[in-house]
């Protein structure tokens, strides 16, 4: 295939064509949106690392790790970061575009 041939999964996706996943790519992906949502909820509430660690029973390292995108928690660990961080948590697992939501619980 000559380079201007190639194009990017991004691309053939918009115009309509089949596109085939990694499955690391898709997990990687996922394992980030949900360190990038838990970050943007904790700063939204105003706590540190170690205030939210303390919330969810965890450690400020496991914050950090989840965070970063370093680590893939379980089920009641997901649980406990979305009643510490005082909102609903949603992962749609869908086939080369997982999402991650964080909604807060109404005042």
Known sequence: ????????????????????????????RLAGD????????RIELGLSQAELAERAGMTQPQVSRVEGGDTVPTLPLLRRLARALDGTLSLAIDEGDPRVTFTPHAA
């Open 1 to 28: 295939m000559s380079h201007s041939a190639w194009r990017t999964r991004r691309a053939r996706q918009v115009v309509g064509e089949a596109v085939e996943y990694d499955q690391g790519y898709v997990d990687a």
């Open 34 to 41: 949900l360190g990038q949502a838990v970050y943007d909820r």
